[in-house]
């Protein structure tokens, strides 16, 4: 009953780190979306200031590292790594949820 309780547990913490990895990628994404459109605003002529001309480079290398962290085969591996969508599940448990644990002698 204690690893039943356990694999609850377990099940509960993935669904927050599964929702939590989700809110990251749609945040990056977005912020990709905004460093596109601002950079697109930008002249290309370069008459711009130097410190200007830093800050475009800066944001330019975010966009890359954002679109790399959000690929595909990053998301993946990722994905493998946590261990978030396992087939078969790894904390399935066939008898379902057990029923909390109301007393010291409940395991």
Known sequence: MAHRRELVTL????????????????AARREVADL????????????LPDD?????GWAKRR???????????????RLVEQRQYTDPDHLFDPEGDPPPK??????
Do not use: C
């Not at 200007?52 to 475009?56: A, C, E, L, T």
């Open 102 to 107: 109301a007393n010291y002698w409940d395991d």
């Open 11 to 26: 099940r509960q913490q993935r669904e927050r780190d599964r929702l939590s990895f989700l809110h990251f990628i749609a």
């Open 36 to 47: 596109k459109a601002t950079i697109a605003t930008v002249p290309q002529d370069g008459s």
């Open 63 to 77: 966009l890359d590292d954002l679109e790399a962290e959000t690929s595909i085969e990053r998301i993946q591996e």
């Open 52 to 56: 200007y001309q830093r800050m475009i």
